[in-house]
């Protein structure tokens, strides 16, 4: 028996995508976004309130958004636990260092190791933020024949029922391949 919870945003798992932009400075600043995902081949869609990344992004219409992992879990939560409108050393403080994109104005997080490079496409309802994937950039170490691999690289994911953080589990099947056991007209 099925039991209604009413609206809930109960995307299971939802990502961790840590938006990293230039301010009005060329200081680093990175926030926490877990309303997002594909929208297109080479597009992302992120639902953004009205933040310091936001103003950022009003100015340089760019932005690296890097997938958080284990290693990284307390820096990726607290960038999105703080403002920088509040705290302006807030990028300082989670220790982590920033190169910048060689494909759009956006600081790469170097402890980070997988990153999209993304440029502002456009705003839908003032809070729908399109961004075109110009490179994805990531640590040789997590490849394995040039794909991420992993069993190298461990991304966390947002689970949206407690609040959590989670790893992801283990390999269950092969996607495009599992279903044809199904498939009795070949
Ligand atoms: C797990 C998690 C997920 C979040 N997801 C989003 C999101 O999808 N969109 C959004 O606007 N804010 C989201 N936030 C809140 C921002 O990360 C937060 O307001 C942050 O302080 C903004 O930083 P800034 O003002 O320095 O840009 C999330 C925070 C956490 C902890």
Known sequence: MKKSLGVKTYIFPQPVLIIATYDEHGQPNAMNAAWGGMADDN???VCLGSHKTTANLAINKACTIAIG?????T???????TSANNTPDKFTKTGWTTTKSAFVNAPIINELPLTLECSLIKIVDGLKYFFRIENVSADESILTDGKVDLNKFQPICFEPAEHSYRALGAKVGQAFSEG????YDK
């Open 180 to 183: 044809r056991k199904l498939n």
């Open 75 to 81: 820096a990726c939560d607290y960038v999105g636990i």
């Open 69 to 73: 992992d284990i290693k990284n879990v």
């Open 43 to 45: 597009e992302i869609m």
